[in-house]
């Protein structure tokens, strides 16, 4: 995974998880678009991910000077329609996002997507993580929501 542009959730599970040294072995350039790094270093002052994110030497923070038309059009929050504006315009950008929503419009428009914990598979492929059933279980407890069937699916592309 060469560049990326990550949205909030996937961020702050990575933070609370003890999980975010992945990203910069797995990415090349890391995008953290305006909204986003409003949402997790400015709205939760005393919380693990605000505290380090500002300290993270690897994390580029970009304001968009304008937010496509076409993804303000789906009515997502901030984050999200900031990070796949990025995506949209700036081809061979990798939006990084968990919600639902947001995965959905990303589809739809061929926006280039992955979810945190097919971040984390890739980097097992990769042989940057040692255990997928510990960085499952490190997600979970960190307020990721998996469905059992991708669990399961994971494991086995992991070889677990």
Not at 79 to 97: D, Q
């Amino acid at each position: 995974m060469q560049k990326v542009v990550i949205n909030s959730s996937p961020l702050m599970v990575l933070f609370k998880s003890q999980l975010i040294n992945i990203l910069p072995q797995v990415c090349q350039e890391i995008i953290i678009p305006n909204a986003v790094w409003s949402e997790v270093a400015e709205a939760g002052k005393n919380d693990l991910p605000s505290q380090q994110l500002p300290q993270m030497t690897w994390a580029k923070k970009v304001d968009l000077v304008s937010v496509s038309p076409t993804i303000t059009a789906w009515g997502l929050d901030p984050g999200e329609t900031e990070v796949l504006s990025f995506a949209w315009e700036n081809k061979g950008y990798r939006a990084i996002i968990d919600d639902a929503a947001g995965r959905r419009v990303a589809r739809t428009l061929n926006i280039p997507l992955v979810g945190t914990a097919g971040l984390l598979l890739f980097a097992k492929q990769k042989g940057f993580l040692d255990s997928m059933t510990v960085a499952i279980q490190l997600l979970k407890n960190s307020g990721l929501w998996l469905s059992d069937d991708l669990v399961k699916y994971l494991l086995e592309q992991a070889g677990e």
